[in-house]
């Protein structure tokens, strides 16, 4: 096993959250997607609290890298987030988004560990099964494949919408 797997942990992320965690996945989202959040860092925060710590089915799982043998203290190094949604027949999927390692850290078996997690998650919560999105040129495809993943027959789409600036929206 390579030194720097040994020394990687995977933990479900829980509050109390710190500060350079979120900044750690933040910089994972600007190095993995070549985006990060556009907004303010202490909005960016805020808004991370909210997703993940006010749903009880949305889940964060994190790939830390040992801070001289001290487990739960070192950066976050790989993330991967889960939905969890019931379908109008009664049930539960895994929905597995934004499996993103950095990049000295690739190679490693940290996703399948990412992965590993979100499996044991969404069995916990009685999913019967995960789904997941990824573009069919990236080298990472035949990864999902060897987890036990196989393709759909399906397509996914996106519509950009135009969101009104005014004060006077409307919220549901």
Known sequence: MDKQAK???????????????????DKLNIDGFNRGTKKPFHKYVEIFI??????KNVFLVIARHEKKGIIGEGRVVGKSTMYIRTLDDGR????????VTEKKFRKI???????????????EMECEEIDLSNSPEKENSVFW????????NTVMYRKKLNLR???????F
């Not at 909210?50 to 749903?55: L, M, P």
């Open 7 to 25: 020394k990687i942990t995977i933990e479900l992320l829980k509050l109390p959250v710190r500060i350079r965690d979120i900044r750690d996945i």
């Open 50 to 55: 909210n997703e993940f710590f006010t749903h």
């Open 92 to 99: 539960k999927v895994g929905w597995v988004d934004q499996v």
């Open 109 to 123: 078996g940290i996703g399948k560990q990412l992965e590993e997690m979100c499996c044991k998650i969404a069995s």
């Open 145 to 152: 494949v060897k987890q036990g993943y196989k393709k759909r």
């Open 165 to 171: 600036k005014s004060k006077d929206k409307k919220k």
